[in-house]
T-cell receptor
Framework: EDQVTQSPEALRLQEGESSSLNCSYT??????LFWYRQDPGKGPEFLFT???AGEEKEKERLKATLTKKESFLHITAPKPEDSATYLC??????????FGKGTKLSVIP | EAQVTQNPRYLITVTGKKLTVTCSQN?????MSWYRQDPGLGLRQIYY???????DKGDVPEGYKVSRKEKRNFPLILESPSPNQTSLYFC????????????FGPGTRLTVT
């Protein structure tokens, strides 16, 4: 059974304080790893797809990386508007995505 | 604008009264899916569809039905809602499962009393 674990569950940062979110996974045959941002009461918003170990993708203050067992979402010099829940999901052999429970990020001015 | 739409956005109903939540996408995606999101449990897949007339169960299908008669539409049907189906529901679509990202609708908040 595919499993996705995200840590920490919640993270409070001061504005400008860089940090990383972790997504560890156990799947048979990774097809893609996905990062989403979700604001309260809204649908998840797609951020990145990673397909193979060593791959990296960047968007503004966010950078996602992938190894054979985990992915990191690095947040550089975060701003209050980066506050959200960040979800990780994996696609493997089945026709489904398996989601982690998310990391709730709060960036304090 | 490429999007997934859901209706209604908010719904309060009573136990046993059949309801349908509609979902439509304008991206010509073959794959569509329904999720429910509950505090502490995350996003869980209810049903998915690979294409027209092709549907299959996800992780939590009990108490739900779906149909895919047209490529763009994928309604979720609760024939006899119960209070444990109170949740936030999301429809999503993608070019294909597992490899391509899914695009989510805005959500439907359902309360069953």
């Amino acid at each position: 059974e595919d499993q996705v674990t995200q840590s920490p569950e919640a993270l409070r940062l001061q504005e400008g304080e860089s940090s990383s979110l972790n997504c560890s996974y156990t799947v048979s045959g990774l097809r893609g790893l996905f990062w989403y941002r979700q604001d309260p009461g809204k649908g998840p918003e797609f951020l990145f797809t990673l397909y193979s170990a060593g791959e990296e993708k960047e968007k503004e203050r966010l950078k996602a990386t992938l190894t054979k067992k985990e992915s990191f979402l690095h947040i550089t010099a975060p701003k209050p508007e980066d506050s959200a829940t960040y979800l990780c999901a994996v696609g493997a052999g089945s026709y489904q995505l398996t989601f982690g429970k998310g990391t709730k990020l709060s960036v304090i001015p | 604008e490429a999007q997934v739409t859901q209706n209604p956005r908010y719904l309060i109903t009573v136990t046993g009264k059949k309801l349908t939540v509609t979902c439509s996408q304008n991206m010509n995606h073959e794959y569509m899916s329904w999720y429910r999101q509950d505090p502490g449990l995350g996003l869980r897949q209810i049903y998915y569809s690979m294409n027209v007339e092709v549907t299959d169960k996800g992780d939590v299908p009990e108490g739900y039905k779906v149909s895919r008669k047209e490529k763009r539409n994928f309604p979720l049907i609760l024939e006899s809602p119960s209070p444990n189906q109170t949740s936030l529901y999301f429809c999503a679509s993608s070019l294909g499962p597992g490899i391509y990202e899914q695009y989510f609708g805005p959500g439907t908040r359902l309360t069953v009393t």
